[in-house]
């Protein structure tokens, strides 16, 4: 039961840090609109792109284009700093990529 409540509370500080980035770089009324474009084009909540992050890219792509890997990086930033965990960006690491890596830190200071 804890390891769930761990799980959605981290998606929702990952929902809160993508909400965040995109309302930074783009106006937070924007935010609302890309929550509607995830819900109608892909079948996902902002909160379950935690587990599937390549979603989250594919719809920062066609939204975003070309500065899709600045605003993956924003977000990553940004979750990892709620997250408490020191951020270090790694050439063309992808959001996935970042998430990957931020669930093995989690799960190794779960284990400490």
Do not use: W
Not at 13 to 24: C, H, Y
Not at 53 to 82: C, D, G, W
């Amino acid at each position: 039961m804890k390891n769930d409540e761990d799980s959605r509370g981290t998606k929702t500080i990952f929902g809160n840090a993508i909400e965040k980035a995109v309302s930074d770089l783009f106006g937070e009324h924007v935010v609302p609109a890309f929550n509607q474009h995830l819900s109608c084009f892909y079948n996902i909540t902002i909160c379950d792109v935690f587990d599937n992050p390549t979603v989250l890219s594919e719809a920062l792509y066609k939204n975003f284009q070309s500065v899709t890997p600045t605003i993956e990086r924003a977000i990553a930033k940004r979750f990892y700093n709620y997250m408490g965990i020191q951020f270090t960006p790694v050439p063309g690491c992808t959001l996935a990529g970042y998430v990957e890596i931020a669930k093995r830190l989690i799960a190794g200071n779960q284990h400490n």
